[in-house]
């Protein structure tokens, strides 16, 4: 596709449901990337994945949340037994070969909203 | 502790005049800085990055100049435009270490009235 493409664009759920949220990078795009903005606050770190290396998970907040990237492609974050602190805009990225040097391009981000 | 950090939450100038915003890092390993704007309900776009190699770079109305000494980069837009109102962020990155992974700000909202 012509950019990154996020789904779905906003959820709620009930605290303590498991939630997957969707990214599909753009063609070619070998790294991706997943933040998070709470409500006033900046981009958090969540995790990078290049390539078929092991993806940095150095961002992620507790063992509830987890991410992979299948075939390369397209990836899924996980958020088990959601908590409200978990309610925030997860933004997903891609860039060419994990470099940042013309920025990354964002999707439009899912706003998830725990209840 | 906060790597990256834009002090100010918000910004409102003039049409036609120019737009500061300013953004402070603390870690000395970063050697490329971005720009990022964001509309709401849309993703962050890139607009203009800087080499730790340089001081200053320009595209078209926006500039980013960049003080290493006093870890100070600021992104200048003249003239400022309607069109500029977004929230902007200020991203870092350790390219020899951590290319391609960026840190960022928590922004600044600018509004440019009329």
């Known amino acids: 596709g012509a950019g990154v493409s996020q789904s779905p664009s906003n959820k709620v759920t009930e605290k303590g449901k498991d939630v997957e949220l969707r990214c599909d990078p753009i063609?070619?795009?070998?790294?991706l990337y997943w933040y998070r903005q709470s409500l006033g606050q900046g981009l958090e770190f969540l995790i990078y994945?290049?390539?078929?290396?092991?993806?940095?998970k150095s961002g992620l907040p507790s063992d509830r949340f987890s991410a992979e990237r299948t075939g390369g492609s397209v990836s899924t974050l996980t958020i088990q037994r959601t908590q409200q602190e978990d309610s925030a805009v997860y933004l997903c990225?891609?860039?060419?070969?994990?470099?940042?040097?013309?920025?990354?391009?964002f999707g439009s981000g899912t706003r998830l909203t725990v209840v | 502790d906060q790597q990256v950090k834009q002090n100010s939450p918000s910004l409102s100038v003039q049409e036609g005049r120019i737009s500061i915003l300013n953004c402070d890092y603390t870690?000395?390993?970063?050697?490329?800085f971005l720009w990022y704007k964001k509309y709401p309900a849309e993703g962050p776009t890139f607009l203009i990055s800087?080499?730790?190699?340089?001081d200053k770079n320009e595209d078209g109305r926006f500039t980013v100049f960049l003080n290493k000494s006093a870890k100070h980069l600021s992104l200048h837009i003249v003239p400022s435009q309607p069109g500029d109102s977004a929230v902007y962020f200020c991203?870092?990155?350790?390219?020899?270490?951590?290319?391609?992974?960026?840190?960022f700000g928590d922004g600044t909202t600018l509004t440019v009235k009329p």
């Open positions: 063609s070619g795009h070998t790294a």
């Open positions: 870690n000395s390993m970063f050697d490329y």
């Open positions: 994945f290049q390539g078929n290396s092991a993806p940095d």
């Open positions: 990225a891609s860039s060419l070969a994990g470099s940042d040097l013309y920025g990354y391009t």
């Open positions: 800087i080499s730790s190699i340089k």
């Open positions: 991203a870092a990155s350790d390219r020899k270490t951590n290319a391609g992974k960026s840190t």
